[in-house]
Structure formats: C-alpha cells, structure tokens
Nanobody, 129 residues
Framework: QVVESGGGMVQPGGSLTLSCAVS????????VGWFRQAPGKEREGVSC?????????AYANAVKGRFTISRVNANNTVHLQMHSLKPEDTAVYYC???????????????????????WGPGTQVTVSS
C-alpha cells in the first residue's frame, strides 16, 4: 500500500518535504509520480521519477526550479522537496507507483495526471500566511 507523509501548513516562501513509501515494501523497482488536487480543480501532475534511472525526472512547469524529486533510503522511499512555496501550491498531494509506463506518461505531459498506478490516500499541504 502506497502512503504519503510530510504534509502540513507552511507560510509562503517556506519549505516542506513529502515522503512516499510502500507499507512493508520498497519503491526500488517502481516509477513514482507526485500529483496534486486543489479544491474545485482537477488533479494535476507535479513530478515523477524513473524506475530505471534515478537521474531521470520530470517536473510540471508550475513547480520547476522549486521542487525536487529524489530516491532516498536505498531507493525504498521517494521524497518531494518543496521550496519557495506559494499559496497556489495548496492542495492534497498524492503519490502513485507503477511500472516505467507511469514515468513515460508523466514525462510526456508532466502537468497532467495519469490513470495508472497504485495511489496513496494523499497528504494535505497548505500554504498560507
């Protein structure tokens, strides 16, 4: 079961790190994507990382340069480091894990969600002063 953690409330300009893990397992052989959904909006893509090469990543235009996705803990966990947070980053953030297909879909359209993968329940991120 995929599970996210690390959400919370932060002031504009602040930072948060989200974590994605699999209960009792490892994300080592899975492509992982982060997605988000704000109230009243469709779910959108944030970032993704390849299952084959941890250096292969993709980012939505809205977060490029501010967010970083990475594998940690011997690839068992995937982090999303978020810096220079803005109120428009407020959303429920979801992690999804799947075969390399997820990364290929994400890389093609990193601003969009995907319809594959095992999804976590989400973690709330609120950016507000």
């Amino acid at each position: 079961q995929v599970v996210e953690s690390g959400g919370g409330m932060v002031q504009p300009g602040g930072s948060l790190t989200l974590s994605c893990a699999v209960s009792g397992g490892s994300l080592r052989h899975y492509a992982v994507g982060w997605f988000r959904q704000a109230p009243g909006k469709e779910r959108e893509g944030v970032s993704c990382i390849s299952s084959m090469d941890a250096e292969e990543t993709a980012y939505a235009n809205a977060v490029k340069g501010r967010f970083t996705i990475s594998r940690v803990n011997a690839n068992n966990t995937v982090h999303l480091q978020m810096h220079s947070l803005k109120p428009e980053d407020t959303a429920v953030y979801y992690c999804a894990a799947h075969s390399e297909l997820l990364f290929r879909l994400c890389r093609t359209r990193p601003d969009s969600s995907v319809r594959v993968g095992s999804w976590g329940p989400g973690t709330q991120v609120t950016v507000s002063s």
